[in-house]
C-alpha cells in the first residue's frame, strides 16, 4: 500500500536535514567545538589554583624527666674518686696499659667525720714520666680543681684533695712491702643494689663465677621475675630499702621510702609493706636514705622490724653520720657496713680499680664489703677483674660473713 502524502513529504524533509548535517562544512564545524571544548576544559584544570593541604600542628611531645637512681654526694671519697679516673685518663693519653697499673695499698682514713680511702698506686714504667705528670694535671685541673699534683722529679709524684694526701704514685720499680691482716682468708663480698629493672644485667650478674649478693627494689618493674631468679640461681637476695635522701624531694627515693616525718606504726606498717614484696630475703641495706638513716627514732622502728623478722642489717652509707651502727648495736640486729662503692664513676677501668682497693682492704683487715650497681659498665668491670684477681682473698655471699 502506497504511503500518504503528509508521510512521504516528512520522510523527505528528515533526509533532506540528515544531508545537510553531513555535509563536510557542519562536521568540521562541530569537531572543532568538541576540540575546542575539550581544550578549554583542560586549560581550566591545568590552571586553577590548587587549595594548601591542610596542616595540622600536633603539640611537640614533652620529653620525660630522666629518672634518678641515686642522690648525688659530695664526699671527699667522691673527690678522690675523679683523681682515680684522671689517673686512668692520663695513662689513656699515654698508651700506657691500664692493666699494668698496680694498686699497692689502701689505707681507710677520716676527716670531719668523712671516711676516704688513700692509695698507694704503681704506674706502668714510661720512657716519659713528666708527660704523664704533664697530662695528668690537666686532667686533674678539669676533673677535681682541688686536686694538686706534687712530684720529687720522675721517681714519685703525690696527689692531695684541699690539702689532704689522697694518692702516692710511685712513677719506678721499688721495693713496696703491704701489710698483712692477722687473720687467714680475708673475705670479701660484692653486694649489687637496684636490682629490678635491668634483667639483661642480672641474668649476667648471676652467671659470673663467683657468688654476688643481690640486693632487689621492691616496687621495680621487675621485682618478682628478680627475686625468682636470684632463689633459682641461689644468691643471696636482701631487700634494697628506699630511704629519704637528703636533696628530698629532688632526689626521690619513690613513695614506699621510708621518712623522717613518719611515726613508728607507720614506720613499721611500710616496712613490712615492702618485705612482702621480696619473699626469701635474709637482710636489708638502704637504697639513698642519707637522711632518714641518721634519724635516730626512724631507724630505731625500722631495725626493731628488721630484728623481729630475723634480718639484718647493712648500712650503704650514704651519710657519714649515719646511726646505723649504735642502734644496730642497742637493738641486737646483726650488721654490716660499706666499704667500697664501685661505679659512681661508670667506666670499666676505673671500676676495675675500685675492686682492687676491695682486695686490698680485705687484706688489710681481714674482710671487705663493695656496693655496685647493675650498670652494663659494673657487670664488664667484674668480668674482667675476676680474671686476674687476687685469689688469696676468698669471695663470699655476705650471709657467709660474719657481721661486725
Known amino acids: 500500500m502506497d504511503e500518504r502524502p503528509d508521510e512521504k513529504k516528512e520522510t523527505a524533509g528528515s533526509g533532506s536535514f540528515l544531508a545537510k548535517l553531513y555535509r563536510p562544512g557542519p562536521l568540521v564545524f562541530l569537531f572543532a567545538v568538541a576540540i575546542g571544548g575539550l581544550l578549554w576544559f583542560g586549560y581550566h584544570l591545568a590552571t586553577e589554583e590548587t587549595p ?34 684522671a689517673i686512668i685518663e692520663a695513662m689513656r693519653r699515654l698508651g700506657l696499659n691500664l692493666a699494668d697499673l698496680e ?11 668523712q671516711g676516704y680511702h688513700y692509695q698507694v698506686l704503681r704506674i706502668p714504667e714510661t720512657r716519659d714520666a713528666a708527660a704523664f705528670l704533664t697530662a695528668l694535671k690537666e686532667r686533674l685541673a678539669e676533673r677535681e680543681p682541688e686536686a694538686l699534683l706534687s712530684d720529687n722529679g720522675t721517681a714519685e709524684a703525690a696527689v692531695s684533695v684541699g690539702a689532704l694526701p689522697t694518692h702516692r ?7 713496696f712491702v703491704l701489710p698483712r691482716p692477722e687473720k687467714k682468708g680475708p673475705q670479701l663480698a660484692v653486694v649489687i643494689d637496684d636490682i629490678g629493672e635491668n634483667t639483661t644485667v ?14 632487689v627494689w621492691p616496687n621495680a618493674s621487675h621485682t618478682d621475675e628478680s627475686v625468682a631468679l636470684a632463689k633459682s640461681s641461689g644468691h643471696d637476695l636482701i631487700v ?12 626521690n627515693p619513690g613513695d614506699d621510702a621510708l621518712f623522717i616525718t613518719m611515726t613508728d606504726a607507720q614506720v613499721r606498717a611500710r616496712v613490712a609493706q615492702n618485705l612482702a614484696r621480696v619473699p626469701g630475703a635474709i637482710g636489708v641495706n638502704n637504697h639513698m636514705g642519707s637522711r632518714f638513716t641518721e634519724n635516730g627514732p626512724g631507724m630505731r622502728a625500722a631495725l626493731d622490724e628488721f630484728r623481729q623478722r630475723g634480718l639484718f642489717f647493712l648500712d650503704s652509707l650514704t651519710t657519714p653520720h649515719s646511726v646505723g651502727r649504735k642502734v644496730a648495736r642497742e637493738l641486737g640486729v646483726p650488721f654490716y657496713e660499706r666499704d667500697i662503692f664501685l661505679d659512681n664513676v661508670k667506666d670499666v677501668n676505673a671500676i676495675i680499680l675500685q675492686l682492687k682497693k676491695a682486695e686490698n682492704v680485705a687484706r688489710k683487715q681481714g674482710r671487705a664489703i663493695a656496693i655496685g650497681h647493675p650498670y652494663p ?11 686476674s684477681r687476687n685469689t688469696a682473698v676468698r669471695l663470699v655471699p655476705l650471709s657467709q660473713m660474719k657481721p661486725e
Open 169 to 175: 704514685l710511685l712513677l719506678r720499680t721499688v721495693p
Open 377 to 387: 659498665a659494673t657487670l664488664a668491670g667484674l668480668r674482667e677483674w675476676a680474671a
Open 202 to 215: 642480672l641474668e649476667g650478674l648471676v652467671r659470673l663465677d663467683f657468688p654476688v649478693t643481690l640486693a
Open 240 to 251: 634494697h630499702f628506699p630511704m629519704e635522701p637528703q636533696g628530698y624531694p629532688k632526689y
Open 103 to 113: 694498686l699497692l695499698d689502701v689505707e681507710l682514713r677520716h676527716k670531719d667525720g
Open 52 to 85: 594548601p593541604p591542610e596542616v595540622v600542628t600536633r603539640p611537640e611531645p614533652v620529653p620525660a624527666a630522666p629518672k634518678i637512681y641515686e642522690e648525688e654526694t659530695s664526699t671527699i671519697e667522691d673527690k678522690v674518686k675523679e683523681v682515680d679516673l
